[in-house]
């Protein structure tokens, strides 16, 4: 098959707003979770005081968080695909997301029986937890090319990642101020925390179920097969024919190594601060409101500059605001010490503030770029498939990232093994160098124009 750049995909009429809103409402529910269990509280109260030891540097949390995180994110490469495959089938990506979204929302309520002491169940919860939310991640982006255009889905994906930290902002700035610290002390209130995230995100995705539809038509299930083998027959059919989709797969490589530095940076980037920065609580929620807002900016911002200079040159500018992020946040406590000779009376804590406006720019960006660039290279009837894969880079990532990261931090450090974040980005941009966005999106459009389809109004 011959693909030139000079074709084009059949038009694509966006979606209406209502439902683009419903879209995006499901990244704002989300948000509670990954903030408030993976991010921002349970993670610390999880490492230093669920397992807590002190004298290790919380060394053994540290690496146990690391191992059920990774574990949750394997189960996504195993299974996310397969469901994606089956969902394309049958016409139902909107059963599995809310098969996911209620599996998530259950087990983080649960989460409020892990006490002291209890690190067992803890992993299993926390393993269940976020294997529904990841994998609900892929679910929900499955949806993205039926909203619009491919000139439109940087601005409709980035809509999506700043509500998102806008319903972060909400679920977690209540839960700074009315649970308070993350420390034995304060347990009896802060073990909330797994109920109101549960609740939040209960609430929240509803616009989601009532506003979003479902495109597509099901197929009759042939005699003598079921879904799963189904699934798993278009999966490798479309491993086989994924090599014709060349600039997504080598994408796919690139979002591999970048995710994998997002993910660290997720889950440690707190516990980093309370760790080696030695932050106050104030501070601490300072820093939360820097990241979210400026993680919103940078989202809806970058949104807009992807549609007019391209996804994958807005990518790579994420990507490289990424290594600067990473860098200041290695260089906090040195640059500090440095300052202080000179006269300057700061503390860590404080310097580490600027450098939380780096890393939010980054955050919600590159993620959204991400998330588009992969849009634009999916056919129509294999959009779900797609982001199965995309999902699968991603989660695969995540075991990768986490992993390697908990590994190190117990031979050199947490301080030292951020660094490991920054030579990941540096991959990330020399992989994607070599994708090429017009033959991708011209693959994409032939594709389409073969099978006769067109998106739906």
């Not at 991640?137 to 993205?144: H, Y």
């Not at 995100?201 to 299930?221: M, N």
Request: proline share 3%.
């Amino acid at each position: 098959m011959t693909i030139t750049a000079g074709q084009a995909r059949p038009p694509r009429i966006r979606a209406p707003k209502k439902e683009i809103v419903g879209w995006a409402m499901f990244d704002f529910a989300n948000q509670a979770y990954t903030l408030l269990i993976i991010t921002v509280i349970f993670n610390e109260l999880f490492t230093t005081v669920i397992v807590g030891d002190r004298n290790d540097d919380y060394r053994l949390g540290n690496l146990l968080w690391s191992i059920a995180l990774a574990t949750s994110y394997f189960l996504v490469v195993l299974s996310g695909p397969v469901c994606g495959a089956i969902m394309d089938y049958t016409a139902a990506k909107k059963r599995f997301l809310f098969g996911s979204y209620l599996a998530t929302v259950v087990s983080t309520c649960l989460l409020y029986f892990v006490a002291p002491g209890f690190i067992v169940l803890g992993m299993i919860l926390l393993i269940i937890s976020n294997y529904a939310y990841s994998i609900g991640e892929s679910f929900i982006a499955s949806f993205l090319p039926d909203l619009g255009p491919p000139e439109d889905l940087g601005k409709i994906s980035g809509f999506g990642w700043a509500l998102g930290y806008v319903g972060g902002l909400f679920a977690a700035g209540f839960t700074l101020a009315f649970l308070g610290a993350a420390t034995l002390e304060n347990f009896d209130r802060i073990r909330w925390v797994g109920p109101f995230a549960g609740a939040f995100f209960l609430l929240a995705a509803i616009p989601t179920f009532l506003w979003v539809r479902e495109r597509g038509q099901a197929r009759a299930l042939p005699a003598g097969q079921n879904y799963v083998t189904i699934g798993v027959r278009r999966l490798w059919q479309t491993w086989k024919e994924l090599a014709q989709f060349r600039d997504l797969a080598v994408f796919l490589i690139s979002v591999f190594f970048a995710m994998a530095g997002i993910y660290i940076i997720i889950a440690f980037a707190f516990i980093y601060g309370a760790q080696v920065i030695g932050w106050d609580e104030s501070i601490r929620n300072i820093m939360f409101i820097i990241v979210q807002i400026t993680a919103a900016v940078g989202a809806i911002g970058f949104g807009f500059i992807q549609d007019r200079i391209g996804a994958k040159v807005t990518y790579i500018g994420t990507l490289s605001l990424w290594v600067f992020a990473v860098l200041a946040i290695w260089g906090t406590p040195q640059v500090t010490a440095f300052l202080n000779t000179l006269g300057v009376d700061w503390e860590a804590q404080h310097l580490f503030l600027v450098v939380g406006v780096l890393a939010g720019l980054s955050l919600g960006s590159s993620q959204s770029a991400s998330r588009a660039l992969v849009g634009i290279f999916s056919p129509t009837a294999k959009a779900a498939e797609f982001f199965g894969f995309w999902g699968l880079a991603n989660k695969l990532a995540g075991v990768f990232g986490i992993l390697g990261l908990g590994l190190l931090q117990v031979a050199v450090g947490l301080h030292m093994a951020i660094l490991f974040c920054a030579a990941l980005f540096i991959a990330a941009i020399s992989v994607c160098l070599f994708v090429n966005q017009t033959r991708g999106a011209a693959i994409a459009a032939d594709w389409d124009r073969r099978e006769g389809l067109e998106k739906p109004v």
